[in-house]
Nanobody, 125 residues
């Protein structure tokens, strides 16, 4: 089992920045990929970004490319999502996710096995 706990959501004006963090515990190892998904009211959950725990090239949804950066902190067993130039359409509940034997790219197409509880991000116009 893997436990994921997100933090760092909040309210920000358009153009501002937020940083989300996801702390992982349990049976995590180098075979995992971790990522971020989001779900806006009335919409389906969508992929945002992912990275392999061993590193490599991160993978992003087109809608956030160039504005969001995903990174990992091996010492803390955590991943972060730095969100810059936020737009009102980025408003959603953001979820951290993990899946074994996934790559950063395949995280976009699968439903990961492990999820955090979610953290609200609200961008005002």
């Amino acid at each position: 089992q893997v436990q994921l706990v997100e933090s760092g959501g909040g309210l920000v004006q358009a153009g501002g920045s937020l940083r989300l963090s996801c702390a992982a515990s349990g049976r995590t190892d180098s075979t995992y990929a971790m990522g971020w998904f989001r779900q806006a009211p009335g919409k389906e959950r969508e992929f945002v970004a992912a990275i392999r725990w061993t590193g490599g090239i991160p993978y992003y949804a087109d809608s956030v490319k160039g504005r969001f950066t995903i990174s990992r902190d091996n010492a803390k067993i955590a991943v972060s999502l730095q969100m810059n130039s936020l737009k009102p359409e980025d408003t959603a509940v953001y979820y951290c996710a993990a899946h074994r034997y996934a790559t950063a790219q395949t995280m976009e197409r699968i439903r990961p096995d492990y999820w955090g509880q979610g953290t609200q991000v609200t961008v005002s116009s």
